[in-house]
């Protein structure tokens, strides 16, 4: 029975990445990564979650080996801030933070649904928050 370190390194190998792109993808450290995969560190919910979704396999996946039953919810980004978050950098934990904060503001704000994301600010949105991302 494989590791849940063997199986992030198997199917990262099987996609063609390197661990930095896995890392870069994930928001992880390459000393990190690499101590996983060799089973000489665990890992926490969180950061398991950012690696199933960047190398789009489920959780029970990567804990099991089996895949699961259900098909893992996408999370659709918008064009514009996919783009804005590649220009400044964010992991994906980062970027999809970026957009849960603003789905929960407006959502506070208002009980019209918004479905204009791609006319957001996105830097301005960022520049707002971005301490609270950054302590993530």
């Excluded at 960047?54 to 990567?62: C, E, G, P, Q």
């Excluded at 895949?67 to 400044?88: D, N």
Aim: net charge negative; with cysteine; aromatic share 6%.
């Amino acid at each position: 029975m494989s590791s849940v370190g063997e199986r992030i390194k198997e199917r990262r190998l099987e996609i063609g990445w390197t661990q930095e792109h896995l890392c870069t993808k994930a928001g992880l450290s390459n000393s990190f990564l690499s101590e996983l995969e060799n089973g000489k560190r665990s890992v926490s919910a969180a950061n398991l979650l950012d690696i199933a979704r960047a190398l789009s396999v489920s959780l029970d996946y990567l804990m099991t080996g089996k895949a699961s039953k259900e098909t893992p919810s996408e999370v659709a980004l918008p064009a514009s801030l996919a783009a804005f978050a590649a220009e400044e950098g964010l992991s994906l934990r980062q970027t999809l933070m970026l957009l849960d904060m603003h789905k929960q503001i407006l959502a506070h704000r208002s009980v019209k649904k918004k479905d204009g994301l791609e006319a957001v600010d996105w830097q301005k949105f960022y520049e707002g928050v971005k301490e609270f991302l950054e302590n993530e």
